[in-house]
């Protein structure tokens, strides 16, 4: 069945950097996009970046990431990364990875979900 577990999260000060991960299984990997979402308390869940099939051979981020997030993915290893740099307190939150035919911004069109990751950014 299809399964996607992301890692890598943890505690980071501000100006910090990780690098997130999503591996996945189940699924034609070249086939789908795979989705970065977060969510923060009492907040929403939204979009961060997204990675589109590899015939498509898109990258796509949201405003408040970008110049900072670098997304990857490696079809030998099925995973996709989320490298994140120079840290803000407003990234805070817990991140979930996605997946769907075509990269899209709402995260209720997405198919299947991992169990997040926990990112924190504090001093």
């Known amino acids: 069945q299809v399964q996607l577990v992301e890692s890598g999260g943890g505690l980071v000060q501000p100006g910090g950097s990780l690098r997130l991960s999503c591996a996945t299984s189940g699924f034609n990997f070249d086939h789908f996009a795979i989705g970065w979402f977060r969510q923060a308390p009492g907040k929403g869940r939204e979009g961060v970046s997204c990675t589109s099939s590899k015939s498509v051979g898109t990258t796509d981020y949201a405003d408040s990431v970008k110049g900072r997030f670098t997304i990857s993915r490696d079809s030998a290893k099925n995973t996709v990364y989320l490298q994140m740099n120079s840290l803000k307190s407003e990234d805070t939150a817990v991140y979930y990875c996605?997946?769907?035919?075509?990269?899209?911004?709402?995260?209720?069109?997405?198919?299947?979900w991992g169990q997040g990751t926990q990112v924190t950014v504090s001093s």
């Open positions: 996605g997946i769907r035919p075509m990269c899209v911004t709402s995260p209720s069109e997405y198919d299947y």
